[in-house]
């Protein structure tokens, strides 16, 4: 979980932090834009290591977007849905490669069908086309949401999951 952190949330951060701080230095205006998760804004059976480290570097950017505004430097998060660019595939390969019935609670066909559940359907195999020209229409432009989830189905069952999560009884 460590190294998941130092990966996902301590690099990106010291690398904009040595940014940012060049540029008030400077007393320049940039942008800094962090590469998050539709995990960020959810979390799903079987993945809250790595989504946790999302929700980490979305409060970090959140925090940040307001900290330096008065800077002029802008904050935003690109929100992949589920590319089909092996990431996600490796992830859900990864546990098998410990994961034991005898010593775990989570058993093997409960986490495969967990991942098949969300891999394994059109929605879970999307074509990063559609990101790429996303990430190059948002990164160079001057203004845009702090947020931006692609595809947009996956923003829309986002926020059915955020506002259903106010609801959530135990």
Do not use: C
Request: charged share 25%; no cysteine; proline share 5%.
């Amino acid at each position: 979980m460590r190294r998941n952190f130092e990966t996902n949330v301590f690099a990106p951060l010291s690398l904009a932090q040595q940014f940012i701080a060049k540029w008030i230095r400077a007393k320049k205006k940039g942008k800094v834009v962090f590469t998050s998760s539709m995990g960020g804004l959810f979390t799903p059976d079987g993945y809250g290591i790595y989504v946790s480290t999302k929700h980490a570097l979305e409060a970090v950017a959140e925090a940040l977007s307001s900290e330096l505004k008065t800077y002029g430097i802008k904050i935003q998060t690109i929100n992949p849905g589920a590319y089909l660019t092996g990431y996600n595939e490796t992830m859900a390969d990864n546990p098998f490669r410990w994961l034991d019935d005898e010593k775990n609670f989570t058993k093997r066909a409960d986490m495969r069908a967990t991942f098949d559940s969300l891999l394994g359907t059109p929605q879970g195999r999307l074509d990063p086309a559609e990101m790429i020209d996303a990430m190059i229409r948002i990164v160079p432009a001057d203004t845009g949401k702090f947020r931006n989830v692609v595809p947009q189905f996956v923003e829309d069952m986002l926020k059915d999951h955020q506002e259903k999560a106010w609801n959530v009884t135990i």
